[in-house]
């Protein structure tokens, strides 16, 4: 397969080619977390650029727990003609766009949090203890409140417009934490054996799925592992993609890691997956042996040729697209046109070596591109990373003050 072709979806949703833009998140919400004409502008950028899948980046279901500030947040219908408006943005040129759902669980800076919730009280290990709160065990009666909460959000989605949602069980967020060992040591049905530690995930797919029907898109982003000792294992990750699958999964997006290992930004890569562009085809290989479910890969693809051998290989049916779109929102149509089409996408240098070990760093220059194309502006690739760190740090710190002074 190529990348011009379409694909069609267990739900009967028919994709018009194989590309697919990744969750990358915006914050470009209001300080009170709803969503603004950045967000459509936005998407509609994206959706004029070819790509045929567009999915958002971290929408929370709790303003109570935010993964950033200016994340937005939906809880109910009360920004449904806002969230209208964005999905009609990103429905333009015949495309497909889901709404990422998302809890961060521990993963809420102190700055934003003071008493996160998680399925254990586990902290996050040194350094990134001194940044997040130790989290507190969820009870009973909170894990089902979330679960109807996932379900709540994902059918305001449908209500406004938007084409499916995605499940965020990845990078260490709550689905993540719920599916890893380390940091669920839960004794009652929701720990302990990977049957109990995928029941959360399990379950908010049920609900989901409940309240939207089976002509509307439900996705989940997964782990391939944690890539931690004694964590989550790609054994772990095949069964819980095979449970999932069976329940009627729409895509599957496979990624790695979380803050503590972000395998997903490409750390620890070897030459050759470099090479190849796709970080977690190994992995794809094998569990598309035991599932029926669509597979999407992000994670390096950066040229026509990388994205086209990897949908040849039949081990993935959708190449994920991040930066390559954050710095090119054209770039689909420069693939589905044909010819040698190269990403400039690059590693964001500054010569300091304790700068450019930092991932907030090349997120920080990310983040400055997307916010420019929300205001309607193009990408600036010459832009310098360690600018836009200290800008990103500086709006990050004054948007916590203002996110924890209306909670005050």
Known sequence: MQATENLTLPS???????????????????????????????YGRWAQGGTGLLI?????????????????????????AELTRWAEA?????????VQLNHPGKQTPKFLTQHPVAPSAVALKAPLDKHFNKPRALSEVEIQDLIQRFSSSAAVCKQAGFTGVQIHGAHGYLVSQFLSPVHNVR?????????????????????????????????????????????FTEEESMLV??????????????????????EMAGKNAKESTVQREAYFMDYAE?????????????????????????????????????????VDPDFSNKVLAGGAVISTVEPIKTGIKMVDNMAMMEVSWYARQIARMGHGKDPVLDESGFGSLLKVLGTTVVRGFKTRRLRA
């Open 286 to 326: 094998k569990v598309r042996q035991r599932v029926t479910t669509p597979l999407m890969i992000t994670g390096g693809f950066r040229s026509a040729e990388g994205i086209n051998t990897a949908l040849a290989s039949g081990a993935m049916d959708i190449a994920g697209l991040g930066r390559t779109l954050a």
């Open 56 to 80: 958002t980046g971290n929408v929370m279901i709790d303003r109570r727990a935010l993964g950033e500030p200016n994340n937005v947040v939906i809880e109910d219908d009360r920004d449904l």
């Open 12 to 42: 009967g949703t028919v994709l018009k080619n194989r590309l697919a833009k990744s969750a990358m998140s915006e914050a470009l919400g209001t300080t009170d977390n709803h969503p603004t004409d950045k967000l459509t502008t936005l």
């Open 241 to 262: 993609a095979e449970r999932l699958s069976a329940l009627g999964m729409d895509l599957i997006e496979i990624s790695g890691g979380n803050y503590e290992n972000p």
């Open 187 to 231: 004794t009652d049905q929701w720990g302990g054996s990977i049957e109990n530690r995928m029941r959360f995930a399990v379950e908010v797919y049920k609900a989901i799925r409940a309240a939207v029907g089976d002509d509307f898109n439900v996705g989940i982003k997964m782990n391939s592992a944690d890539f931690q000792r004694g964590g």
């Open 90 to 98: 990103g429905k333009q040129n015949g495309t497909e766009i889901w």
